[in-house]
Structures are given as C-alpha cells and as structure tokens.
C-alpha cells in the first residue's frame, strides 16, 4: 500500500472549506507529508461593464493569510497554487502534475456547513480523478476517533479499508456487511412457506457471518455488524450509518467512469452524498487481467488471418435460423411448465428459464475456451 507523502487540498472561501483546510493540515503533520493547497477562481458567467475585474494578486494575498492563520498554529509549511478556470478541471489537473496521494475537499460552497447541499465539483472530481478523495462535511475539531466501513467483501473494499487503516491509525473501525435476505413479499412471490422462510433466513444469516468473519480476519480487526436487506440496501445502510457514532465512513468502488452507473452511482455514489459523516473514497486502479492481456491479440491476429473463414461464412447465413430455433426451445420449455403447473404465469416461468439457459451456455462458453471441440466428429453423420 503506497504511503500519503503528498496531500492536496482544494479551497474554496466557504466555512466548509476552512474545515477541509484544517483536516489536511491535521493528517499532513500526522503523517509528515507535503501538503499543497489550491484555489481556483472561477470566471464570472455575466460579462458586464458595471461586474467588477477580478484581483487575482488581492485574492492571491487573502488567501495566503487564511491558510498561514490555519497552518501557522502546528507550523506545517505547504506550497500554494492560486489559478483561473474550472474548479474541477483545474484540481484534476493539479492532482496529476503534483503527483499527490489524497485529495480533500470540502462538500460544498455554502457558508452555513450544516446545509445539506452537495457540490457538483465535489462529484466531478472523484468521477475525475484516480486518488483517494476525503469528503469533508463537519467541523475538524478532533482527529477521527471511529471509522464506519460498509464493506461487499471484495478485493477494492478490501484495499480501501487498509488504506484508510494507514491514513488514520489511531482509529477505530467497525465493519458493515449488507446481505439479501428473505421478508414476506418475497416468500408469498415464490410461494415459500413460513418454515421454508425462517430456514433460508437463518442459513443466509449463517453464510454472511462467516463471509464477514473471513473478511474480516484477512483485513484487520474492527467490530462487526450484518444488515439483511431486501430490496433498499442504499436507505437500509444509510439509516444505520445515521444510528452509528463513527466520523468517518470508509467506501471502496471499482471506478467512477460514471457517476450514474452501477459500479459507482449505486450505493457508493449514494453513500457520499447522504451520510452525514466525513466520506473517504478509495478507488484503486483497475489492472488488466493476464486472460485479457493474452487473448486479445490472439483474437485480432485470428481475424486477420482469416476474416472470411467457411464456417463464419456459414454461421452468418444461418444466423437467423438458430436464433429462431433457440427461441422455439424457449417456448417450448414454458409450454411444458404450462401444462405440469396450469395456474403459473408465462412471466414466473419465463423468468425461471432465462438463468437455467444462462448456466448452461455459460458451460458451453467455458468447453469452447478449454478447446473440448478441437478434435472433428468424423462420425457425426453416421
């Protein structure tokens, strides 16, 4: 795990900021790093004789002051960058010149820090950029005393959780683990009965305790909690979130290419912006597997050889005709379902098969990548 030896903080002449502004110097001291703080001045979208030109020296000079009354009190040096343009694009682009390890930045420009508001460029920059980013929402009157971290067991939650054990060692961390579960409308949906759903809640119960506990023993200590949820993980874990006295929430994600998508815009995106607690999100960089690296060329280097190959010819001829074939299989299967269970609906069964099928073809999928079909059927038609 790479060490924080430069840290970033973003500012702006907001209350928040300053709150950002004192949690960088605070981590910077404690872990003896550089910090470098910037600010950017955003040009004004109203061009009028009567709008006042922008003092860059005298913004320049106020903010000197501001960060020399913050960084004067612990006698931390820093480096200042005080530049026009986008706020986002402009701290990027800082971010990656400076080689920094975190970036903080506070969660809004508002001078009230108890608003609700959460800043666009506070999102834009951890879709943007590929550090971990600590989201400052509260007043730094003390170092984080407990970390909170919603975790889905996998290797990137696992990296942040270590992470933010080497960022901030004197706290405590509590691990969350969010399990689907069973509540009544599913059971009356899939016809389970009461004791079938007090069974599978137990074993499913079982099975997130020693997943958790394995997690767990392989990332650190911390305390432990489980949540079996239903349908509304992202309010489910919110709302425990809100219960716990933890200051800081710890969120690994995949990426952020898209702050609507599913890896990011789920729950972790979710989690940012509604927690009331500071949020440091980590997310590591994506590494392209062995298999992806060593099959792609073998698969170009196929289709120049042979991009007009007899078989592909064939396939793309008949393309339609098995399409069509695979569906008849479809229907014929719910056809049978029909007739064995009369009051089933088409729906219920076509949503039963589409997994089966799935399996199978995934099956198939792997024989072909294993070369099961290599060796010609002589006697195909005999």
């Known amino acids: 795990m790479k060490e924080v030896n430069r840290i970033l903080v973003a500012i702006d002449r907001s209350a928040m900021a300053e709150e950002a502004l004192k949690r960088a110097v605070s981590i910077a001291k404690e872990k003896e790093a550089q910090l470098v703080v910037m600010h950017v001045i955003e040009p004004s979208f109203i061009e009028s004789p009567f709008v006042q030109a922008i003092d860059e020296d005298e913004i320049k000079k106020t903010i000197t002051e501001e960060v020399d009354r913050v960084t004067g009190k612990v006698g931390l040096e820093y480096i200042l960058f005080v530049e026009s343009g986008s706020a986002s694009s402009s701290i990027a682009l800082k971010v990656q010149s400076t080689h920094a390890d975190l970036l903080i930045i506070g969660t809004h420009g508002k001078n009230d820090i108890s608003s609700n508001y959460f800043g666009s460029t506070t999102l834009k920059l951890i879709q943007k950029i590929r550090i971990p980013v600590l989201v400052v929402k509260n007043e730094a009157n003390h170092a984080y ?16 959780i270590v992470f933010a054990r080497m960022l901030i060692n004197t706290a405590s961390l509590k691990y969350l683990h969010a399990y689907i579960t069973v509540d009544e409308l599913m059971a009356q949906t899939y016809r389970i009965s009461t004791d079938q759903q007090s069974q599978f809640k137990k074993e499913l119960l ?88 060593d099959i792609k060329p073998k698969i170009e280097a196929i289709k120049k050889k042979d991009p007009e190959s007899p078989v592909q010819k064939d396939l793309d001829s008949r393309k339609e005709e098995i399409m069509d074939n695979l569906e008849t299989f479809f229907e014929e299967n719910l056809k049978y379902t029909n007739l064995n269970v009369p009051e089933a609906p088409d ?35 005999q």
């Open 145 to 160: 005393k407990k970390m909170f971290a919603p975790t889905n067991l996998s290797d990137y939650s696992k990296e942040s």
């Open 206 to 293: 079982t099975e997130a305790t020693l997943a958790l506990e394995k997690f767990v023993e392989e990332t650190g200590e911390g305390g432990m909690a489980l949540i079996g949820y239903t349908a509304s993980i992202n309010e489910d874990l919110l709302a425990y979130i809100k219960k716990d006295d933890a200051d800081l929430l710890v969120l690994g994600s995949k990426g952020v290419n898209n702050l609507n998508s599913f890896l990011f815009g789920s729950t972790a995106s979710y989690l940012v912006q509604n927690s009331p607690t500071d949020v440091l999100v980590y997310v590591p960089v994506l590494k392209k597997s062995k298999t992806e690296i």
């Open 347 to 381: 729906q219920e069964i076509a949503e039963g098969l589409v997994p089966i099928l799935t399996e199978k073809l995934n099956e198939i999928n792997q024989k072909v990548k294993e070369g099961k079909y290599q060796e010609k059927r002589s006697d195909i038609f």
